[in-house]
């Protein structure tokens, strides 16, 4: 056979998939947990642009960047909800935040290039730079500072090679949301290191205190590349649309770049977009409330359990740093699974500093979180 480079040979698999095929294979129910995907499936006007998109025959290419109209309400989004003030010009529309961190970091940097990236943090990024050729360099975020990112402690890993510093909030797995100072703190270390700051802001809308998490773009916007994205908000995951927004020249960048990657974005899944924009928000705050009510109630069973926990305060998921008593957290998980009938992800698929922890996804039913910790907590004392 031809030769297949080591390093994407070598590219890890994620820990969270390994878990959903095994709770797939199980002959019994499973309690799933262990996933980040809304229970839910998109409000009725969603679906109904996207299927007469198709039915008007708007199956053919659409710009790289994305449709105009789409481009524009997504500007207008920014500027409404997150206080981000660009041109429609400045927005790029992406296959989902993962295509379009993707594009981001390929486009900002060269091989050998470093990228800061968060731990516990999402496993894709890692996989996003090595794709690139980067090297994914894990910043702590630690409990002793609230899980947030610290520029003092991310400061000494600023190399010659670094371009880019990943900041994900609200975050995946932690829940953690970055306040306006600490952003700040984060745009002023990135300006004085000449780094692109990256913000993943996946779960903007997902948030229990106010209704859409701090941005940094604001702060500096010509060193800022916001990614939004459509697939929690409106639970529209496999329809793959959202959007990359910064400095002109970088999104005329990526935009060249588009045209050999994807070419464009399905073009009825940007009618469901634009329709989700323009539509009435009551499923958004609707869905907000509901992470907010499964929050309170697994933060109660978490206690009540003697469970250590995080209490989130945005995305969907509940952090438990469980310690050595969970031995080899896969292992671990396994056992959940195969023994006591529930999927939890394994920290130790968000990195180094995820060792000891499971994370527990919140967009379940109630009665269902609440049984999986209460199976956890059996299998801890078990
Ligand atoms: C932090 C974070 N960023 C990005 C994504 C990707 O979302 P999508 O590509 O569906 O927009 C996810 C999905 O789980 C996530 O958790």
């Not at 993962?98 to 731990?119: C, K, N």
């Not at 802001?201 to 590349?225: H, K, M, T």
Request: proline fraction near 8%; aromatic fraction near 4%.
């Amino acid at each position: 056979m031809a030769h297949i480079p080591r390093e994407m040979q070598d590219l890890p698999r994620s820990g969270i998939r390994a878990l959903m095929d095994l709770a797939w294979a199980q002959p019994g129910p499973v309690i799933r947990l262990e996933v980040g995907q809304p229970d839910r499936i998109p409000p009725e006007h969603i679906r109904q642009a996207m299927a007469d998109s198709v039915m008007a025959g708007e199956t053919g290419y659409t710009p790289n960047a994305g449709i105009p109209e789409l481009r524009e309400a997504c500007a207008a989004k920014l500027r409404q909800v997150n206080g981000i003030d660009v041109e429609p010009s400045q927005v790029l529309i992406s296959a989902g935040s993962m295509q379009g961190l993707s594009v981001s970091i390929l486009g900002l940097t060269t091989a050998g290039d470093e990228i800061l990236v968060p731990d516990p943090g999402w496993p894709n990024y890692a996989m996003a730079a090595r794709i690139a050729r980067a090297t994914p360099v894990a910043y702590p975020l630690r409990s002793e500072s609230g899980y947030l990112p610290d520029p003092e402690t991310i400061e000494p890993l600023i190399t010659d090679r670094t371009r880019i510093l990943l900041v994900n909030s609200p975050s995946n797995p932690l829940g953690t949301v970055v306040d306006q100072d600490r952003l700040a703190a984060l745009c002023e270390l990135a300006e004085r290191h000449d780094l692109w700051l990256l913000s993943d802001e996946c779960y903007d809308q997902i948030v229990f205190e106010g209704e859409v998490a701090p941005s940094p773009a604001p702060i500096a916007p010509d060193r800022v590349l916001s990614v939004h994205s459509f697939s929690k908000t409106y639970a529209m995951t496999g329809l793959r649309v959202a959007y990359v927004s910064g400095p002109l020249a970088v999104i005329e960048t990526l935009t060249k770049m588009q045209e050999a990657l994807i070419a464009c974005v399905n073009g009825p899944a940007q009618k469901a977009a634009l329709a989700a924009l323009e539509g009435p928000q009551d499923f958004v705050a609707e869905m907000r409330q509901t992470y907010q009510r499964r929050r309170d109630r697994a933060v109660a069973a978490a206690e009540e359990l003697g469970l250590p926990h995080h209490r989130p305060d945005g995305a969907f998921y509940l952090w438990l740093p469980l310690g050595d008593r969970i031995g080899d957290p896969m292992e671990f998980c396994r056992r959940l699974v195969v023994e006591h009938g529930v999927a939890v992800a394994p920290g130790s698929t968000f990195g180094a500093g995820g060792a000891g922890a499971v994370r527990v996804s919140l967009a379940a039913a109630e009665e269902d979180i609440v049984a999986g910790l209460e199976r956890l907590a059996a299998a801890l004392s078990g």
